[in-house]
């Protein structure tokens, strides 16, 4: 048994930050109804189905497809709430409501029922309507004015951060409901946004105007409060160096060489490095460029001067650490056949994540999971035959 074996989840989500969330039971044993449209794939909503995105995203679930237009596909979806511990949305606000599946309505068939939605800006407010996205979400919570280069311009991050820590805070609701369930023997609703969730992320650069009213900027790869933090240029490329205090900034100093930079007053303390960041990290990559990446990241961390190299992905999965943390995982799928896709990072000692299952195709196990809710295979050709399901 895995660590969530018990629990049933239903899993009408679409795109990124919803499927980041329901992933994270699936991979710990939870048993996952994933429902779809029956025109899903013509949508592409999260990228085509066999696509290594929807695939990453998908798997260790069961899938059916709903019209959930139509009142029989209603009937059904209650039903499966009733054997469910959770279900999952992020429709807009009016959606789930035009459809009579909001929390109020699911809450009637199953008062045990965790119901957790996630939206662009929240389930009120000025905002409720507005259709949510990443990039709009990191553009409002702040990411892209401290992201990038002083003086280039806003920068979005790299990856869908947004999307994915809405996600994440979004299970963690769901998971603290549960928790209390068990207490008070009954559900809740759980609600995140894009919006509230950037903003949660933006930790200390949000309190950092929060408490003392400073409005950051943008750094570029330079930390905007532990100096010297940033990329460097070597002889082969580059590598970040970490310094957070003075203790490990005197190690580093050592350790390249630079000892008048500990006593110089424009480097003495965190505020001086501060000011004269731009002239220190000149004296720093003067040392960097006289050798390799290897070279300096395995003498740094030898003298406990955290220290890294750049990669690109590629290099990030030939690395022996990250070989050892096993952060692939290899399923079966029966059009693709063998796929590789990213494995779980949390790691218990007794009850481990597995990715066992690859992305259902479109509505895969539906007479599967009607006829174990009791449905005769003359009642399911019928409702395939009227476009309930498919």
């Known amino acids: 048994m895995q660590a969530l074996s018990r629990f049933k989840i239903l899993d009408l989500t679409r795109v990124r930050a919803g499927p980041t969330c329901v992933r994270q039971f699936a ?8 429902i779809e449209s029956p025109d899903a794939d013509k949508a592409q909503l999260g990228g085509p189905r066999h696509g290594s995105d929807f695939q990453n995203l998908h798997r260790n679930k069961r899938g059916i497809a709903l019209d959930l237009k139509q009142p029989e596909a209603i009937a059904i979806l209650k039903d499966l709430v009733k054997w ?8 807009r606000p009016d959606v789930k409501d035009r459809l009579g599946i909001g929390y109020e309505a699911m809450r009637a068939v199953n008062p045990r029922l965790v119901y957790a939605s996630m939206s662009g800006f929240g389930e009120d407010g000025p905002y409720r309507m507005r259709p949510g996205f990443d990039q709009i979400a990191q553009g409002m919570g702040g990411l892209m004015s401290v992201t990038g280069e002083k003086g280039r311009g806003p920068m979005r991050a790299g990856i869908p951060l947004a999307d994915l820590s809405t996600g994440h805070f979004t299970a963690q609701g769901i998971m603290i409901a549960l928790l209390e369930r068990e207490v008070s023997g009954e559900g809740q609703w759980v609600q995140t946004s894009l919006l509230a969730s950037q903003i949660a992320m933006m930790d200390f650069q949000a309190a950092r105007y929060t408490m003392e009213g400073q409005v950051p900027g943008q750094a570029g790869n330079d930390h905007p ?16 160096i970490a310094t957070a205090g003075t203790p490990i900034y005197h190690r580093l100093c050592r350790a390249i060489g630079l000892e008048d930079c500990i006593d110089d007053p424009m480097f003495a303390t965190g505020k001086a490095r501060s000011e004269n960041r731009v002239a220190l990290n000149a004296r720093i990559e003067a040392v960097t460029l006289t050798d390799t990446s290897a070279a300096w990241v395995e003498k740094l961390n030898a003298l406990e001067v955290p220290a890294g190299p750049i990669y690109k992905m590629n290099e990030v999965f030939a690395d022996p650490q990250v070989q050892h943390l096993g952060m692939t995982a290899t399923v079966h799928h029966p059009i693709l056949g063998d796929i590789a896709i990213v494995n779980q990072p949390i790691k218990l000692s007794r009850t481990p994540a597995k990715v066992v299952k690859a992305t259902p195709e479109l509505g895969e196990d539906t007479e599967a999971v009607l006829a174990e809710l009791g449905h005769d295979a ?13």
Request: proline share 2%.
């Open 225 to 240: 409060t532990n100096i010297p933090t940033g990329v460097f240029a070597t002889k082969d490329g580059h590598i970040n």
């Open 84 to 91: 469910a511990d959770v279900l999952v949305e992020n429709f």
């Open 378 to 390: 003359a009642t399911i050709a019928a409702w395939r035959e009227k476009g309930v399901i498919a």
């Open 27 to 34: 991979d710990h044993g939870a048993q996952v109804i994933k």
